[in-house]
């Protein structure tokens, strides 16, 4: 079982950057796929980004390619996300989520439900 904790949310301009941390507990952190996803008011949790367990494979969704880059340290046990020209849509409650279940594959790992573990989230609030 894993635990994860986020942060680095806060409130920023358009055009800001902000970079998001996961910090999980345990020490089997390198056997996780680690993915980010997102939930804005009034909407559904839709994925953002995954990163694959030795960090050589990294999938996006296509309205994050270009400004968003996930990348892990193993050696920390943090998956981190770096948003740059935040725009006003970027505004929600970012979540990491874990799951070491299956081999990595961009298709399966974009789905929320493929997850078994979540943190709390943290907010990102963009504004105009």
């Known amino acids: 079982q894993v635990q994860l904790v986020e942060s680095g949310g806060g409130l920023v301009q358009a055009g800001g950057s902000l970079r998001l941390s996961c910090a999980a507990s345990?020490?089997?952190?390198?056997?996780?796929?680690m993915g980010w996803f997102r939930q804005a008011p009034g909407k559904e949790r839709e994925f953002v980004a995954a990163?694959?367990?030795?960090?050589?494979?990294?999938n996006y969704a296509d309205s994050v390619k270009g400004r968003f880059t996930v990348s892990r340290d193993n050696a920390k046990s943090t998956v981190y996300l770096q948003i740059d020209s935040l725009k006003p849509e970027d505004t929600a409650v970012y979540y990491c989520?874990?799951?070491?279940?299956?081999?990595?594959?961009?298709?399966?790992?974009?789905?929320?439900?493929?997850?078994?573990?979540w943190g709390q989230g943290t907010q990102v609030t963009v504004s105009s």
């Open positions: 990163i694959s367990r030795a960090g050589r494979r990294e």
């Open positions: 345990g020490r089997t952190f390198s056997q996780y796929v």
């Open positions: 989520a874990a799951d070491q279940r299956a081999l990595y594959s961009p298709n399966y790992y974009s789905t929320a439900n493929k997850y078994a573990y």
